[in-house]
């Protein structure tokens, strides 16, 4: 517990200093707002009044202490090329990335734990089920090479054009039909999950393989146990702490992935956002989903810790 | 009087090399007596271990006969750290055997394992520690414990001592000694220490190449060696003169 809430502290620290970060690197590099948002031909005098209306004329600590009570009121600041509350854009959308990581999350974990698992059985016991074993090292190698944007155009093709499960670019807000919505998310999560998948499934094949060649195995089968008493009593326990900590760093992955196949998808999530935030400088907008980003970064990683810490209790940091 | 525990005969065991399978093992034979301390000497790659795995029938790849007269054999292992399960305290790894057995309640198995851990001197204050937590020394005294927690009557160790310190050695080795002494029991003792081996042993095979070149007592075999290894050996172990 006292645990915990060491995490917690060090977690809300470094969140002030990645805000700090995200706001001096959008005012040290260059373009100006002001300019993209008028033209190149607006005069002097149109831009210094749009620059004062959208605070830029005032010192760089000022405007970042004003962001700050901004984004702690939970508003986010004024987005540049929008006109409307950055917490009003980003909203809906932030709900919409999280679902589709959090669906992708669990499909990962939902294949590759059982598929890991019982791969792995197959090795424990003494009759390696040889071709079905060359089968899955085949197939998770394939899995892991293709990225989410083509798994997605593949997926879309077979599904949604061949054999018409899902309608194409049709997305269902969840504010419409929730039962709609997870339908349609559930390839795009797909996606993101499948390779995810493959990657956990080979952690886990080559840590019980690992695990297997240590001397407490051989103990544990002098002892009177069975294959499946020795995988699942002795090994699964202790390879549950490095799969889970790999899981995470997955769970972490997939934000890079979302971006990608929301716009394979045409989904209105976070990652759209983003990219185009980034296109258009509306630098409130990027600034928030930066923050947002590191702090669900960082609360994946404290969370695997405590959770680690709470089954092993070996590890001491 | 005394009844052999364990016949071995004629065993040849192999091992799988890449594409070439090695014969480790060549034409065994031997029996271990009820009550009988023996000793299997040789050096690292001989066979030694080969041949304890054979026996707790951990080597699938062998032929001949290894016939036991007892229920399966317990082991202990050389190296206390890795011998054990990292993950499991020392009450459930002691316990285990029970466990797997199947049969006893919850409270016997407690007072089993409060006695067998009495009985290689440990007490209480180490039943819920990790193997990280404990020494050298215990944690082979955990090991002897969960071998003997069902009360067999033939115990396989393999280089028991030779991971601990001088001192420690003295003691497990005496630890064992008593536990022969009060339970009656049977050991097939591998050990590379002829010193270890002469203290202990009532009986000795040398042991080379998976060939047993030499056999007898401990005093036949030390004091008037016949195979040109043993002679190796034992001038190995007692110096020049």
């Known amino acids: 517990m006292r645990y915990a809430i060491r995490k917690l502290v060090t977690l809300i620290v470094t969140l002030f200093a990645v805000s700090l970060l995200a706001f001096l690197a959008f ?16 005069t002097p005098e149109a831009l210094d009044a749009l620059r004062a209306e959208m605070g830029l004329d005032r010192s760089v ?22 006109g409307v509350s950055v917490r009003e854009l980003v909203g809906d959308r932030l709900i919409i990335t999280g679902s589709l990581m959090g669906m992708g999350f669990l499909m990962t974990l939902g294949i590759a734990l059982p598929v890991g698992v019982l791969g792995a059985g197959g090795t424990a016991g003494r009759c390696e089920h040889r071709p079905l074993q060359g089968i899955l090292t ?35 807000s969840f504010r419409e039909s929730i039962g709609g919505y997870l339908f349609y998310m559930l390839f795009p999560a797909l996606a993101i999950a499948l390779p995810k998948a493959a990657m956990v499934v080979r952690v886990i094949r080559s840590s019980v393989r690992d695990e297997l060649r240590k001397d407490y195995v051989q103990t544990a089968v002098s002892r009177g146990n069975g294959p499946r008493a020795v995988l699942y009593r002795h090994v699964l326990p202790n390879i549950a702490v490095p799969v889970l900590t790999f899981a995470a760093l997955t769970l972490i992955m997939m934000i890079t992935d979302s971006i990608v196949v929301e716009q394979v998808f045409s989904i209105p999530g976070a990652g759209r956002l983003l990219v185009s935030a980034i296109g258009a400088r509306d630098y409130p907008v990027v600034q928030a989903l930066v923050v947002v980003i590191a702090a669900f970064v960082m609360v994946v990683h404290a969370v695997t810790d405590v959770v680690a810490r709470g089954i092993d209790r070996r590890i001491v940091f | 009087m005394s009844r052999a525990i364990l016949e071995v005969e004629n065993l040849n065991a192999f091992y799988r090399d890449g594409r070439t399978r090695r014969q480790v093992l060549h034409g065994v034979r031997f029996e271990l007596m009820e009550g009988e301390i023996l000793g299997l000497v040789g050096e690292s790659g001989s066979g030694k271990s080969t041949l304890a795995r054979v026996i707790l029938g951990l ?30 305290t020392v009450r459930r790894t002691v316990e285990e055997p029970l466990i797997i057995a199947g049969g006893y309640s919850r409270a016997e198995r407690a007072e089993m394992v ?35 927690i069902r009360r067999p009557q033939f115990v396989i160790a393999d280089e028991p001592v030779s991971a601990l310190d001088a001192t420690v050695q003295a003691q497990v080795l005496d630890l064992l000694w008593d536990l022969h002494r009060q339970l009656g029991l049977s050991y097939l003792l591998i050990s590379h220490d002829l010193a270890v081996v002469e203290e202990m042993c009532g009986r000795v095979m040398i042991m080379q190449g998976g060939r047993i070149v030499e056999a007898g007592t401990v005093e036949e075999v030390f004091d008037a060696p016949e195979h040109a290894y043993t002679k190796q050996l034992l001038r190995a172990s007692r110096g020049s003169c």
Request: charged fraction near 15%.
């Open chain 1, 27 to 42: 005012s040290v590099i260059p373009g100006d707002p002001a300019v993209l948002q008028l033209g190149v031909n607006a």
């Open chain 1, 61 to 82: 600590f000022v405007r970042y202490f004003e962001w700050l009570g901004e984004m702690m009121s939970g508003e986010m600041g004024q987005s540049f090329a929008h």
């Open chain 2, 59 to 88: 080597e699938p790849d062998y032929t001949g006969t290894v016939v036991h007269h007892t229920e399966r054999p317990q082991m202990v292992f050389q190296d206390p750290g890795g011998s054990l399960n990292p993950r499991m």
């Open chain 1, 138 to 172: 085949g197939v998770t190698q394939v899995m892991m090479a293709v990225p989410p944007l083509f798994l997605g155009l593949v997926l879309t093709f077979v599904f949604g054009v061949t054999l018409r499960v899902f309608t194409p670019s049709a997305f269902v």
């Open chain 2, 114 to 148: 409060r006695e067998m851990l009495g009985l290689v001197g440990l007490d209480e204050r180490y039943l819920e520690r990790l193997p990280a937590a404990l020494s050298g020394g215990q944690r082979q005294r955990v090991s002897i414990a969960a071998a003997l």
